[in-house]
Every structure is written in C-alpha cells, then in structure tokens.
C-alpha cells in the first residue's frame, strides 16, 4: 500500500504559476510510475502529465505540453507538477495516481492503482 497526498493548489490569476506536490507514504515511492490527472465540474478526469519512476521519462497532454512539467525526488518520496503560464481551463481539482511495475496505457486513470485526495486549483481571467 502507498498513501499519496497531493498539495499546492491554490487561487491564481491566468498567466501566473503553481507547483503540485505528491507526497508518498508507505512504500519505497521510487520504484513507482506516477500520472497526473485533472477533473473540471462536469467533467470525466483526464491526464494531464506522467512521470516514469526509472528513467525519469515524461509525457504530457498536448494542451500542457511546454507549459506543464513533472519530475520527482525520490530521497524525498515526492512527484511535483510545476505549472506555468495557467489559463482558466486549466481550473479542475489535480489527483495523483501510482502504480508500481509496468503502465499498460499511462493515459488511462485506470492503470493507476493508488490516488491522492486532489487538490484545487482555480485560474481566474
């Protein structure tokens, strides 16, 4: 079992910036691949970013590529989502997820086998 907890969301105007954090407890967090997804009110959670726990190899959903990035220290069992230039459809509440070994389809919520509680995040115009 691995506990995640997601934080750093907040209130903030378009253009500006916010760094997510997902916090690991329980096991080794190292050895896990993480996704970062998002829902909107109304709206099916989608994937936002990926992060892989070996190579450090990332993808992200084309709407955030260059303005999203993920990375992870592992020392400190932590992902981060650093994210710039936020627009207000980026607003959704942002959820970690963590699965240990092989990520069938890293776009998908269901390869995940462990979430945080989320965490808002608002872009006001």
Do not use: H
């Amino acid at each position: 079992q691995v506990q995640l907890v997601e934080s750093g969301g907040g209130l903030v105007q378009a253009g500006g910036s916010l760094r997510l954090s997902c916090a690991a407890s329980g096991r080794t967090f190292s050895f896990y691949n993480v996704g970062w997804f998002r829902q909107a009110p109304g709206k099916e959670r989608e994937f936002v970013a990926f992060i892989s726990w070996k190579s450090g190899s990332s993808d992200y959903q084309d709407s955030v590529k260059g303005r999203f990035t993920a990375s992870r220290d592992n020392a400190k069992n932590t992902v981060y989502l650093q994210m710039n230039y936020l627009q207000p459809g980026d607003t959704a509440v942002y959820y970690c997820g963590a699965k240990s070994g092989v990520v069938i389809n890293l776009r998908e919520r269901g390869s995940y086998d462990y979430w945080g509680q989320g965490t808002q995040v608002t872009v006001s115009s």
